[in-house]
């Protein structure tokens, strides 16, 4: 039997790939102990296949599906709490110009939890599966799907040759 769950509403903005652009709220659970309430990106990433969101003035409820989500950004007034949890476990942003499936394009730094201090972003990426990921544009955070993502551009790494040793080892040595 179910049981009821207070919520609360949480305007967004989304897109999706059979609706285009549109506004509503998101109902997220609150924790009745009042220890950890859920985020949007846990929303978005929990094993449901639907999205209710209330639309209109009269807030009719519309089920989306998460699959079809192609990203979604919180109302200006979120907090950031409500969003994502940052937390205490190490963590880097990189920028990126993301591609998505619908030919849009957002560009900000992609924020990844790090599962290892050699974590490149390509494997975050390939970990990804259809969750979503957070990309922070400014003040806005994006919550971005993986299996929308056509392309992702990154600057490449600090330090790293543009050569490879093999190509330098051809080159003539000076001679004195």
């Known amino acids: 039997m179910d049981h009821y769950i207070p919520k609360r509403r949480i305007p967004i903005h989304y897109w999706s790939a059979d609706v285009g652009a549109a506004e509503g709220q998101i109902f997220l659970d609150l924790d009745p102990s009042g220890t950890r ?49 940052r937390g205490f476990a190490p963590s880097r942003e990189e920028d990126a110009e993301v591609w998505l499936t ?32 957070v990309l922070l544009k400014g003040r806005e955070v994006q919550l971005v799907n993986a299996a929308a993502v ?22 003539p040595m000076p001679t004195a």
């Open 37 to 85: 309430h859920q985020t949007i990106l846990a929303k978005l990433n929990s094993p449901s296949r639907f999205l209710p969101v209330a639309t209109g003035p009269d807030g009719r409820i519309e089920l989306v599906s998460r699959v079809r989500l192609l990203r979604l950004v919180p109302g200006p007034d979120v907090l950031h709490s409500d969003v994502f949890t």
């Open 150 to 171: 056509a392309r992702m551009a990154i600057a490449e790494s600090a330090g790293a040759p543009l050569t490879s040793p093999g190509s330098r080892m051809m080159e």
């Open 102 to 133: 619908d030919g849009s394009s957002v560009t900000g730094r992609v924020w990844m939890p790090l599962e290892r201090p050699t974590q490149r972003i390509s494997d975050f990426m390939n970990q990804r599966g259809r969750e979503f990921f």
